[in-house]
């Protein structure tokens, strides 16, 4: 059950696009859709910004954007916001019928 | 409003056990998958076991494999997760998320603000 491989932090200026990597095996992110990135903030529940790969909750803006190609997931947040700033976590269903979360990305606007 | 609840954290030796419980609130508790997560000090998220809507199906992280127990009570709409012979390394906070299905392969789409757990002498 390793983490998925998330680069650690990531940066852009207000109104740039920055996209987030979330490299797992073909038993977990290549084998499902069942792919989902959080957002959180210190103190903060999580909060659930994409889920089954590429959908948004109600509520959340389309500037948040989820894909993936083969082992690896993306979220890309268009129109950086400074309200955007938060460690974002990427998860995924396993073949062992577990979850597994990647070890966090920290996103700063610059 | 659709909530989760967590509680039961504190302070506990190693090799110590504590039980933690997560209240829920504006759903139909018995239709719904649930899983704990942790966040240590410093470090990112790590899912440690959910339950089944029915609670006949449990399944655990190997960190806690054989030492923590997951339960719930559908009468009382509460999870629990029974955390037995405590390492320094299960120190962390304890988040309940709600999946969004009966089964455990649904994502999570409501959480808790989670209960501290720090293992210490």
């Known amino acids: 059950q390793s983490a998925l491989t998330q680069p650690a932090s990531v940066s852009g200026s207000p109104g740039q696009s920055i996209t987030i990597s979330c490299t797992g095996t073909s038993s977990d992110v290549g084998g499902y859709n069942s792919v989902s990135w959080y957002q959180h903030l210190p103190g903060k529940a999580p909060k659930l910004m994409i889920y089954d790969v590429s959908n948004r909750p109600s509520g959340v803006s389309d500037r948040f954007s989820g894909s993936k190609s083969g082992n690896t997931a993306s979220l890309t947040i268009s129109g950086l916001q400074a309200e955007d700033e938060a460690d974002y976590y990427c998860?995924?269903?396993?073949?062992?019928?577990?979850?597994?979360f990647g070890g966090g990305t920290k996103l700063t606007v610059l | 409003e659709v909530q989760v609840l967590e509680s039961g954290g504190g302070l506990v030796q190693p090799g110590g056990s504590l039980r933690l419980s997560c209240a829920a609130s504006?759903?139909?508790?018995?239709?719904?998958?649930v899983s704990w997560v942790r966040q240590a000090p410093g470090k990112g998220l790590e899912w440690v076991s959910a339950i089944s809507g029915s609670g006949g199906g449990t399944y655990y992280a190997d960190s806690v494999k054989g030492r923590f127990t997951i339960s719930r009570d559908n009468s009382k709409n509460t999870l629990y997760l029974q955390m037995n012979s405590l390492r320094g390394e299960d120190t962390a906070l304890y988040y309940c998320?709600?999946?969004?299905?009966?089964?455990?392969?649904?994502?999570?789409?409501?959480w808790g603000k989670g209960t501290t757990v720090t293992v210490s002498s």
């Open positions: 504006g759903f139909t508790f018995s239709s719904y998958a």
């Open positions: 998860s995924s269903y396993t073949s062992s019928s577990t979850w597994v």
């Open positions: 998320a709600k999946q969004v299905g009966a089964l455990v392969f649904y994502y999570m789409d409501v």
